[in-house]
């Protein structure tokens, strides 16, 4: 079989709205119904689409509380707080690095790890 060969399916229009009438008396649910036709589940989405059936498309519904708002947005609003201060330590770590290599090289050193050395010999 060659890479080009495609089996095309053309499923024809009563078929497909005996599947939405399936669908819409709830005898079956859309992913029993793509099983039970060996039907893709977009393609079912497709066919709800074009018979302009989004009363049969999945939908979410969020149910929050008050209590849940405000603590999303605390949580929200602690982890703008965490960013800042690991950005403030990773500028903090940036100028101690950047003193050491002033260092370093005022001092004579090939290295900062070499004054390190050094330093901790010291002790």
Known sequence: MYRNDKVIRRYSEPFKLKILAELTIGK??????CKLYSIAPTT??????EYNRKDLMNTRVKVETKDEISRIKALQKEIEQLKKLLLKKDLDAMVLDSYLEVAAQDLGYKSVTELKKKLRTER
């Open 44 to 49: 079912v989405n497709v066919w709800i689409k």
């Open 28 to 33: 079956h649910t859309k992913s029993e119904l």
